[in-house]
C-alpha cells in the first residue's frame, strides 16, 4: 500500500484550495424542494462533472424526471478490473426557511472565527457538500501523489436526497451492473465528538406522509359559523395529539408490530458512550417525547419515532383574518427500526386518521415508496478498516454507532446491487443541520 502520509501531507499543502472550491459550491443555491432552486441544481451538477473530470474520472451527468445525478468513475468500470469502493454523496440542499432568522448569508459562506474555532455558515455546509467534498479532495490528493487511485472508484452524487429520492430507485435498476463494487461509503454522517470519528453502522428507515383533512364547507366567516361548523386545525391538531401515549409511545394500532426490544448488549454500549460524553447535552430536550424506559439515546438509534414536520392552515399572513378555515395540512415523518415495513405504518396511520374523522368530514393522504432500517455487522472487514483508518488519524478509538437519520440509499444498494452501505461523515451535533445559520468547523 502507497504511503498516506504522503498524501496528507498532499492535502495540507492544498487546503486553502479546497477550501475556496468548497466555498464556491456552497454559494451555489441547489434546493432541490422547491421550483426556484432547478437553475441552482444544474449549476451544481456541472461544477461537479468538472471538479471529478479535472481529476481523472470519467464523469457524466446522468438526467432523471426529477433532478440529475452525476455518476463517474476511475480505475475501471468492471468487476473483473480490481477491488471497487463506491462514494456517494448529495450536492442538494435543504430550503433556507425563513430568512431573517439567518444572521448569516445562507449562499455567502465566509470563514469566521469563533471561540476559537473556524467555521463557515451556509445551506448545505454540513448537509452535504462538505462531506462529499472531502471525499473527492481524498482522491484527489491521492492521485496527486500516486498517479492513480486505491482501488476502483465509483462516485455517485444525487440532487435529490432532501426532496425524497423519488428518482434514486429507477437510476440504481437500470444501472446496477455500473454500480456493482465490494462496499459503498456514504458520506453524510456525523462525528461522535469534535474530536472522536464514528463510523454509523445503523440507520433508521424512513417513511413521509402528508395529511390533509377536509370540513365538508369551504373557508366560513369565524364569528358567523364558529360555534357549530367543523375546524379542520382543531380535528387535524386532535390527530396528531393523540398519535402519542402518556408514555411517549407511539398509539397507532400495529405500529410496533415486527419490532424487537433493543437487545441488552447494545444499551450496555450505548449507556457507556453516554457516560464518556454525550453528544445531547448541548441541545434542551425538556419538553420533547422520550419513550417510557428509554434514555434519550436508546430512543434516537433504537425505537421508531413519529415527528410532525409541517402544519398550515387559514389565515397566515401578516393582518387578522376571521376564517374557519375549509381544510388544514400537516407533513409527518416516521423513522423506522428493522422489523418495520414502510408500507405497512403508512396504511395504519391512514387507519389511524379516518377512524378519527367526525361525520362530514374527510381526508387525503400523499406519500409513496419509503426505506426500510439498515443496519452493518461490527465485523464487516471493510468497517473494520474504516475504523482503523479514523482511529490511526485521530489518535483515538472509532466510535461505531447508530443513527436517528435516514439514508434510503442504504436500503436501495443492498436489495438492487447486494452492496452493504457505511456511513462515514464528519458533520458535528451542532452543526444546525436543516436550520437557521448551517455551519461546518473547518477543522
Not at 492513480?148 to 426532496?163: D, M, Q, T
Not at 408514555?247 to 449507556?271: C, K, L, M, N, T
Not at 447535552?281 to 419515532?305: F, M, Q
Not at 389565515?315 to 416516521?334: C, D, H, K, M
Amino acid at each position: 500500500m502507497p504511503d498516506v502520509e504522503d498524501v496528507l501531507k498532499e492535502v495540507d499543502r492544498n487546503m486553502p484550495t479546497t477550501i475556496e472550491k468548497l466555498l464556491d459550491l456552497i454559494s451555489i443555491p441547489s434546493i432541490s424542494s422547491d421550483p426556484i432552486g432547478k437553475p441552482g441544481i444544474e449549476q451544481a451538477a456541472r461544477w461537479l462533472q468538472a471538479e471529478l473530470s479535472a481529476i481523472g474520472f470519467e464523469a457524466r451527468i446522468v438526467t432523471t424526471p426529477g433532478h440529475p445525478l452525476i455518476l463517474a468513475h476511475a480505475g475501471g468500470t468492471t468487476m473483473a478490473d480490481t477491488a471497487g469502493l463506491l462514494f456517494y454523496g448529495h450536492y442538494d440542499v435543504q430550503p433556507v426557511g425563513v430568512a431573517e432568522d439567518w444572521t448569516h448569508d445562507p449562499f455567502g459562506p465566509q470563514i469566521l472565527e469563533e471561540d476559537g474555532r473556524h467555521r463557515f455558515y451556509g445551506r448545505g455546509a454540513s448537509d452535504s457538500k462538505s462531506q462529499l467534498w472531502t471525499f473527492i479532495e481524498g482522491l484527489r490528493a491521492w492521485k496527486a501523489v500516486h498517479g492513480g487511485f486505491p482501488a476502483r472508484i465509483i462516485v455517485l452524487l444525487e440532487g435529490e436526497e432532501e426532496s425524497g429520492s423519488q428518482n434514486l430507485p429507477a437510476f440504481i435498476e437500470a444501472c446496477r451492473e455500473e454500480l456493482a463494487c465490494d462496499i459503498a461509503f456514504i458520506c453524510d454522517s456525523d462525528m461522535w465528538l469534535p474530536h472522536q470519528p464514528a463510523l454509523t453502522i445503523q440507520l433508521k428507515g424512513l417513511v413521509h406522509e402528508k395529511l390533509t383533512v377536509f370540513a365538508s364547507n369551504g373557508d366560513l366567516h369565524s364569528g358567523a359559523f364558529g360555534a357549530v361548523a367543523a375546524n379542520p386545525i382543531r380535528i387535524l391538531s386532535g390527530i396528531l395529539a393523540a398519535i402519542h401515549d402518556e408514555d411517549g409511545r407511539i398509539a397507532i394500532e400495529g405500529f410496533y408490530d415486527g419490532v424487537d426490544p433493543i437487545p441488552s448488549h447494545a444499551r450496555e454500549q450505548w449507556a457507556a458512550l453516554s457516560r464518556q460524553a454525550d453528544p445531547l447535552e448541548k441541545i434542551d430536550l425538556r419538553g420533547g417525547v422520550i419513550e417510557a424506559g428509554h434514555s434519550p439515546l436508546e430512543a434516537i438509534w433504537g425505537r421508531p419515532t413519529v415527528d410532525m414536520n409541517g402544519i398550515t392552515s387559514g389565515n397566515q399572513g401578516p393582518g387578522e383574518r376571521s376564517v374557519i378555515p375549509g381544510y388544514a395540512t400537516a407533513r409527518l415523518s416516521f423513522r423506522l427500526v428493522e422489523g418495520q415495513d414502510p408500507e405497512k405504518i403508512r396504511e395504519c396511520f391512514r387507519r389511524f386518521v379516518r377512524s378519527r374523522l367526525p361525520e362530514g368530514c374527510s381526508a387525503e393522504f400523499e406519500g409513496a415508496n419509503g426505506s426500510w432500517a439498515v443496519t452493518m455487522p461490527r465485523d464487516n472487514p471493510f468497517v473494520k478498516a474504516a475504523a482503523r483508518g479514523l482511529e490511526k488519524e485521530w489518535g483515538v478509538p472509532t466510535v461505531l454507532k447508530g443513527s436517528g437519520g435516514s439514508i434510503p440509499l442504504a436500503q436501495q444498494l443492498k436489495d438492487t446491487v447486494g452492496l452493504d452501505c457505511i456511513a462515514i461523515g464528519f458533520i458535528l451535533p451542532d452543526d444546525a443541520i436543516h436550520g437557521p445559520d448551517e455551519r461546518y468547523d473547518t477543522e
